[in-house]
């Protein structure tokens, strides 16, 4: 075998499996947290990607106003829940939270899109369009739904799927798009060149790492959500609102699966419907990993980037095909070491 | 005297099952309240519910306020605090981050003392600080949870059957430790199988039978009350048995 | 009979449908497609609802059955008729290999596989050159009966639902037996089950199979209603929307498998005809207003469309009354001696670093009752299981009636007739107390699947549920017969778990803590009987931490601290017993 052409496609399988490796910590995250298994996060990576690109043309991309919609929504939702007992306080709160802030998020993207807006302003407006997303999918969708087992919660997330699919092919259209590069930048080493795409890829993926790793180990916000997936009841009843800790889990995941999408669109071309298969990937990984191991998880996602790679070379045909087997064998070994003793609780 | 706890006519149901009928009780500042009652009677029903984990039809009201609107985590903040029959710890998490997200509700400050009152009253958690919750024997488990509990200052402490399942010995230890708590200015609701140990530390105490208070009244009273000692204490003296 | 008169009265109405004079050709599509999906999700109902395996990837199954009748009609000319085993056997055994390796799975791992596998077949359905890629197979060749050949809508409308309507049937049988009982009780876990018998994992396979088998005919069906094959409709999506049919109609229900998808494949068709006026020619809409109004369905009835409606009928299902006077004859076993039952010694279990059982050794004689007693976290129940065979043993031997019993499997050791009942209840909460108790005999009985699939198990059945009467009255749950489990005290729950052990005709009952929630009156109840079944033959380990009862039932009793035993004696020996006293009982007891 060639070895030039094995770094090149370890070095493809390491860029794209850093991706999945993104991908597939927000998914155990939002599953530790919520039991939500986020199969729109692949909406998420293209809607990133397909703003950040829409806004690189100078427009304004149909997300913001989705982000509006959605939050008018959520808004309708707390107001319903209140109904009860409507205290202005709150009210207020949740004016602001729901609808200030993407009206806000809206009226910014209008005033700063333009074809000469710095690469850095359009990456911070498709974020922040994302993360509103994000948030209110949660309030919307999954918060009346926080009390169900995970296959009526597994459905729900395939249809918000299914309805962010089909506003993705309206806002963006079946054509593809690509956007630009961070940076222009190149490296060579040996016989492999080190765009500074991949190399972003590479640093933004450890970065989160580590800094989901912070978060988790050292601060109380962090802790809190930790608490909640260990024990639901008991962080309820130290005072630890799991909407709260819901909100922030699909916060977090929504801007994971924005800058992935944004760290790839300048390479590949993205389509409309591209994040599911991306997104289910990363969800590969995440099931190598148990969807509960970061690390292990991020292993899965390397190993699932370079079996792509080499597969695509020697079979192109059956990528996928390999891709989703792969997953035979790992869940056969994780069923031999499966514990024989169940939980306790249901 | 106003009581801090006021609970009327509360009604709890599970479906079709009311497991909580028509049921009044009140808890004073500084005073140590216990239900007795068999297992089923619908005690850790009552309890879950009053702590807003079930819902609840009648009046609870807690501090002067009313706390239909209010949920599980604004019935923590406002001072109140249940340590459930399961227990409920972070089993994967630390003693210390356990007792660190009892304090979530109170500011940084705060949770330093919470740390030195606590870990005062259970030095046996101070010694195990790094150690996973999941990991202690059960007599430390209940310890932990009474601990996490007591973090987050509250002014009223429910706890539920926290003799469960220990060494006898261990129980003694947990009891004295309850009735310290009244020094420290918490007020206490115990729900307890055993119902001797609890009529010997409460002040005031209510029986509980299929749902419903069949007595009530100062704790020394319900302890010599012959129905009460036919039915709960009875089996719980040795000797004492007649089958 | 009773059960089955609505479903003749279906039958009899989907039979008049396509006779009704004017009715537009377009309706018979659609009901068509309702019977298709709904073969697919009847699968689901018993895969996920009733046994609790989630699959995301019954579309692929749909797949197989679909492209062997297409490849053999077409490439090699054999007839429908004779495809259609094929395409059952091909999708069943597709079913075997996919299924040794995934209902092994627990938790969420389970659904997460089927939706690998499921989109890793669809790509290779489209990548293969003899299924013809992305374009499949067209030329497919109608069912035929003689000369009439089902070439319109119409007519294969009925092949459809004569198979819709008897895999229900079949269904519903599957469920009412010995074998269904033991499908309804995987939900809850596999413990319960295999600590009477029951091959968990071949009853997990079995219902994963069946569910393919239907899913297969749908396939098979489609193949020859449309008379080709592609990869798209046996894709992701797909399998995705079989299960949400499965959960709109309510799984866990037949029928509301048939609901779901009349409700589905409507709400789609009204979608897709009349989004794009509304909003001006928009593709795409229908997927989002479908998904969209698939969530919020779910927040309004997440249980499903069919117990919401039910429970609004004035249909009350059939009691049954099981003859109690039909005799079960009793389970061969060694003749009883007075010797020594259970031989626990030098028994040790480990968690990684943890001696959860320090080799502990104690034995039960015949005609005994030995309390287990300790703090939470003492082993007791570990030493249960580990007696039982949901724990493996670290080290030490533990042997019934003279049989090596450590690291045997649960369905071993209660055929050599050791019963129990669990700490934490685990009954079947949605059904009755009859069908629970009833799993405690299922191996008395021997009706396999197919024979109650064709009610041929009657008379064996009738056997079972008229022992499991006989021990709900022994033990005084009489009333309470027909309840569902779940909606019993706790306290009656552990009592309907005494009753199911029975049904196994025991020779050693091992009871985790029977009084905990029982009121005075009822613990000096469960004592009689327990005194009772001591005096009959019966030997009883049990755990338990109220010592009042405790003390006055045991003949011995043994006392485990950290694992480890610290004494073991009468009960007035261990009273006074100065290591108990310090380690457990402290001075105040």
């Known amino acids: ?346 | 005297m106003s009581a801090l706890l006021s609970v009327s006519d509360a009604h709890v149901s599970y479906g079709k099952v009311e497991a909580v009928r028509s049921v009044s009780l009140d808890v004073a500042d500084n005073e140590i309240v216990t239900i007795i009652g068999a297992n089923g009677a619908g005690k850790t029903t009552l309890l879950n519910a009053i702590m807003g984990v079930l819902p609840l039809k009648g009046t609870t009201a807690f501090a002067g306020m009313d706390m239909a609107a209010l949920d599980i985590e604004d019935r923590v903040a406002a001072g109140l605090s249940l340590v459930p029959e399961h227990r409920e710890l972070f089993g994967t998490m630390n003693v210390e981050d356990n007792l660190l997200l009892g304090a979530f509700r109170i500011p940084k400050a705060t949770a330093a003392q919470s740390f030195e009152r606590v870990y005062a009253l259970f030095p046996r958690l101070k010694e195990r600080r790094k150690q996973l919750a999941g990991t202690l024997s059960g007599g430390e488990q209940q310890m932990l949870a009474m601990g996490r509990a007591l973090m987050g200052a509250p002014k009223l402490l429910m706890l539920d059957e926290p003799s469960l399942g220990l060494a006898p010995i261990i129980v003694a230890d947990i009891f004295r430790t309850i009735g310290e708590l009244r020094a420290a200015g918490v007020s206490v609701l115990l729900i307890e199988q055993n119902a001797q140990a609890a009529l010997k530390i409460a002040d005031r105490a209510y029986v509980m039978e299929l749902g419903e208070f069949i007595l009530s009244g100062s704790a020394s009273d319900i302890a010599s009350n012959q129905r009460v000692a036919a039915s709960y204490l009875g089996f719980q003296h040795e000797g004492a048995s007649e089958i | 009979m009773k059960q089955r008169t609505p479903l003749l009265i279906f039958a009899l109405v989907m039979a008049a449908i396509p006779f009704i004079p004017g009715i537009p050709p377009f309706w018979i599509v659609l009901l068509n497609n309702i019977g298709l999906a709904a073969l697919v999700a009847m699968g689901l109902v018993l895969l996920t609802g009733v046994g609790g395996l989630t699959s995301f990837g019954q579309a692929a199954f749909c797949g197989f059955g679909a492209y062997t009748t297409a490849v053999l009609t077409t490439a090699y000319g054999v007839s429908p008729w004779l495809t259609l085993p094929l395409s059952l056997l091909v999708s069943g055994i597709a079913a075997v290999l996919l299924g040794i390796i995934t209902v092994r799975l627990s938790g969420h791992y389970l659904p997460l596989g089927t939706i690998a596998w499921g989109i890793g077949l669809f790509y290779l359905f489209s990548k293969l050159e003899f299924l013809g890629r992305n374009d499949g197979i067209s030329g497919i060749p109608p069912l035929s009966i003689g000369n009439f050949r089902m070439l319109d809508p119409g007519t294969i409308y009925f092949a459809i639902w004569i198979g819709v309507l008897v895999s229900a049937l079949l269904t519903m049988n599957l469920l009412d037996s010995r074998t269904g009982r033991a499908i309804r009780a995987l939900r809850r876990g596999h413990i319960a089950g295999e600590a009477f018998g029951v091959q968990t994992p071949r009853a997990k396979l079995l219902v994963f199979v069946y569910a393919a088998v239907l899913a297969g005919l749908s396939g098979w069906l489609y193949a020859h209603f449309q008379r080709a094959a592609n990869p798209t409709p046996f894709g992701a999506h797909a399998g995705i929307e079989y299960l949400f049919i499965a959960v709109v109609g309510g799984a866990g229900y037949v029928w509301g498998a048939v609901l779901g998808a009349g409700i589905v494949v409507i709400l789609k068709e009204i979608l897709q005809s009349y989004l794009p006026y509304v909003f001006g020619g928009q593709s795409q809409l229908e997927t989002i207003v479908f998904g969209i109004l698939l969530v919020v369905l779910l927040q309004l009835a997440p249980t499903g469309v069919w117990p919401w409606l039910t429970a609004r009928l004035p249909l009350k299902p059939a009691r049954k009354e099981p003859d109690t006077s039909l005799p079960l004859a009793k389970r061969e076993r060694a003749p009883a001696s007075a010797g020594t039952l259970l031989q626990i010694e030098k028994a040790r279990k480990q968690f990684g670093g943890v001696i959860a059982v320090n080799d502990v050794s104690f034995d039960v004689q015949a005609r005994e009752i030995v309390a287990l007693i300790g703090p939470n976290g003492a082993g007791k129940s570990t030493t249960f299981n580990l007696i039982t065979g949901v724990l493996t043993t670290t080290g030490g031997t533990i042997s019934v009636l003279g049989h090596k019993v450590d690291n045997a499997p649960p369905q071993e050791v209660v055929k050599l007739g050791v019963a129990r009942t669990f700490q934490h209840v685990k009954l079947v909460p949605d059904m009755t107390v009859l069908e629970n108790v009833a799993i405690g005999a299922h191996l008395r009985g021997s009706s396999g699947a197919i024979s109650s699939m064709f009610r041929l198990d009657r008379a064996d059945e009738a056997k079972l549920l008229a022992e499991a009467a006989r021990q709900i009255e022994r033990v005084g749950l009489g009333d309470q017969i027909d309840q569902l489990a779940g909606s019993l005290s706790l306290g009656q729950q552990r009592i309907v778990e005494i009753a199911r052990a029975l049904c196994v005709d025991p020779l050693l009952l091992l009871l985790d803590e029977p009084a905990a929630g029982l009121r005075h009156m009822e613990k000096q109840r469960l004592a009689a009987l327990l005194r009772q079944l001591r005096d009959g033959g019966m030997s009883v380990l049990l755990v338990e931490h109220d010592m009042g009862f405790v003390m006055d039932l045991a003949d011995r009793v043994v006392v485990l601290d950290f694992g480890t035993k610290i004494a073991e004696g009468t009960p007035a020996a261990i009273k006074t017993n100065p290591d108990v006293i310090k380690a457990y009982l402290g001075a105040t007891a």
């Open chain 1, 1 to 346: 075998m060639n070895t030039t052409i094995m770094l090149f496609l370890l070095q493809d399988g390491i860029t794209n499996g850093a991706i999945y490796a993104l991908l597939g910590l927000a998914l155990v995250l939002v599953f530790a947290v919520t039991r939500v298994i986020l199969i729109p996060q692949g909406e998420f990576v293209t809607f990133g990607a397909l703003s950040y690109a829409v806004l690189a043309t100078g427009k304004v991309p149909g997300t913001a106003w989705l982000a509006l919609a959605m939050g008018a929504a959520a808004f309708a939702l707390d107001l319903f829940d209140a109904r009860r007992s409507l205290r202005l306080k709150r009210i207020l709160r949740s004016l602001a939270l729901n609808i200030a802030l993407p009206a806000a998020i809206l009226a910014l993207t209008y005033g700063l899109a333009g074809p000469r807006t710095p690469i850095a302003v359009n990456i911070a407006l498709s974020l922040l369009i994302v993360a509103a997303i994000g948030l209110f999918l949660y309030r919307i969708a999954f918060q009346p739904l926080a009390h169900t087992s995970v296959l009526v919660l597994l459905i729900a997330s395939v249809g918000c799927h299914l309805a962010l699919q089909g506003l993705g092919l309206v806002f963006f259209g079946a054509e593809g798009l690509r956007g630009p590069a961070l940076s222009s930048a190149a490296l060579t080493i040996g016989p492999l060149r080190f765009t500074g795409q991949s190399l972003a890829v590479y640093g933004l993926t450890i970065a989160f790492i580590v800094a989901l790793w912070l978060f988790f180990g050292f601060t109380l916000m962090g802790k809190a959500l930790r608490a909640t997936a260990v024990n639901r009841l008991g962080a309820r009843l130290v005072g630890i609102r799991t909407t709260l800790s819901g909100q922030i889990a699909f916060l977090l995941a929504s801007l994971i699966g924005a800058i992935s999408g944004i760290l790839i669109v300048p390479i590949t071309t993205l389509y409309y419907d591209t994040g599911f298969l991306i997104g289910l990937k990363g969800f590969i990984a995440a099931i190598i990993g148990g969807l509960v191991s970061y690390p292990l998880t991020a292993v899965a996602a390397l190993i699932v980037g370079s079996v792509e790679a080499f597969s695509s070379f020697y079979a192109s045909n059956f990528k996928e095909v390999i891709v989703f087997t792969l997953i035979l064998p790992v869940l056969v070994l994780r069923s031999l070491a499966a514990p024989a003793v169940e939980e306790e609780k249901d």
